[in-house]
């Protein structure tokens, strides 16, 4: 991955900054869009012992078609070319049975967890260098079957999946890559935090770790199972 543009949207959250903090690592310029300039500061502070690579934060909303074409605007400013997108976006919700879903609820998650994946392969995608960049999107294991209790989240997962591998096959004449990730749990430093971790699961810089070695081999798989202890 040296010397390559990666693009890491998410790159503030849990899963994304152990990404963000891979990449640099293996020599590459990051870019994360942040929602405010807080967040990209603590993601910065969060890097500052790393000393290849470089990071680029932008601050910037995707939440409509409008915040998402400004911020790809800015982001082409501040790169002519992008090899790299990885989307880990998103968020978990658990504790309520379908049936009891309020409709706000399930609004937010469908938005949070799925219009937000559209607007990023929408808008971003055309961002990659022609006949060459790669797009990674990191998903759950959810996706695979059914999770009482976290129903909706479980079903965005699926509908994210779908997406992407659609794209994928929308793609290939162009030479562009697609991988879909299906993650275990991981050990984020929140989940670390507290205490819900365990040693078999990989942590979000393994993650950042498995999608610099699809890149480095140029991987054609579009699938990825990673299960506990195989990274």
């Known amino acids: 991955m040296k010397d390559l543009t990666a693009l890491v949207l998410g790159g503030t959250g849990d899963v994304g900054e152990g990404i963000v903090r891979s990449f640099l690592k293996h020599g590459a310029t990051v870019i994360v869009p942040s929602r405010s300039q807080v ?13 290849t690579g470089t990071l ?5 909303l995707f939440d409509t078609p409008a915040e998402a074409e400004a911020l790809r605007d800015r982001i082409a400013a501040l790169s002519s070319r992008i090899d790299l997108i990885v989307a880990a976006l998103g968020g978990w919700s658990q504790g309520f049975a379908i049936t009891d879903l309020g409709f706000d609820q399930w609004e937010r998650i469908l938005r949070n967890n799925l219009t937000t994946h559209f607007l990023a392969m929408k808008t971003f995608v055309p961002l990659l260098a022609s006949g060459s960049g790669t797009y990674v999107h990191i998903n759950g294991q959810s996706a695979e079957g059914p999770h009482p209790g976290a129903g909706p989240v479980a079903a965005m997962s699926a509908a994210q999946r779908s997406l992407t591998l659609t794209l994928a096959e929308e793609l290939r004449p162009s030479g562009l890559k697609v991988h ?3 993650m275990p749990p991981i050990n984020t430093r929140r989940r670390i935090s507290h205490h819900h971790d365990r040693p078999e699961w990989p942590s979000a810089e393994d993650i950042g770790d498995y999608v610099a070695t699809l890149i480095d081999r140029n991987d054609d798989v579009v699938t990825h ?3 506990p202890k195989k990274i």
């Open 39 to 51: 967040k990209g500061d603590a993601l910065r502070d969060y890097v500052g012992d790393i000393e």
């Open 56 to 60: 680029k934060t932008v601050d910037g």
């Open 180 to 182: 879909e990730l299906l």
């Open 225 to 227: 199972w990673i299960e």
